[in-house]
């Protein structure tokens, strides 16, 4: 009895899918390019060859961002069957 009432309160969670890291890459993506010009004090820590003055503390900072954001989507859009 108690088992059916709480399989009936879990939530529905996709499985991975490509559309599901679509969205993911979309995100951050999304979040860094916000961040690049929201910043404003940028290149403090170690720096990355291949970004020009978006440092180590930027990118992890705009990815975690990201994928807060994408983690959002991604149940929004699976509990109103979009996914």
Same mark, same amino acid.
Not at 36 to 58: N, T
Not at 65 to 75: E, M, N, R, T
């Given at each position: 009895?108690?088992?059916?009432?709480?399989?009936g309160?879990?939530?529905?969670?996709?499985?991975?899918?490509?559309k599901?890291?679509?969205?993911?890459?979309?995100?951050? &993506?999304?979040?860094?390019?916000?961040?690049?010009?929201?910043?404003? !004090?940028r +290149?403090? %820590?170690?720096? /990355?060859?291949?970004?020009?003055?978006?440092? &180590?503390?930027?990118?992890?900072?705009?990815?975690?961002?990201?994928? !807060?954001? +994408?983690? %959002?989507?991604? /149940?929004?859009?699976?509990?109103?069957?979009?996914?």
């Amino acid at each position: 009895m108690i088992f059916q009432i709480l399989l009936g309160a879990t939530p529905h969670t996709s499985v991975w899918s490509y559309k599901i890291a679509a969205i993911m890459i979309v995100s951050n &993506l999304l979040v860094m390019a916000i961040g690049r010009y929201a910043i404003k !004090v940028r +290149g403090l %820590g170690p720096s /990355i060859p291949l970004i020009q003055s978006f440092g &180590l503390p930027e990118l992890l900072a705009t990815t975690s961002l990201g994928h !807060v954001v +994408g983690a %959002g989507i991604i /149940i929004g859009a699976s509990s109103t069957g979009l996914i």
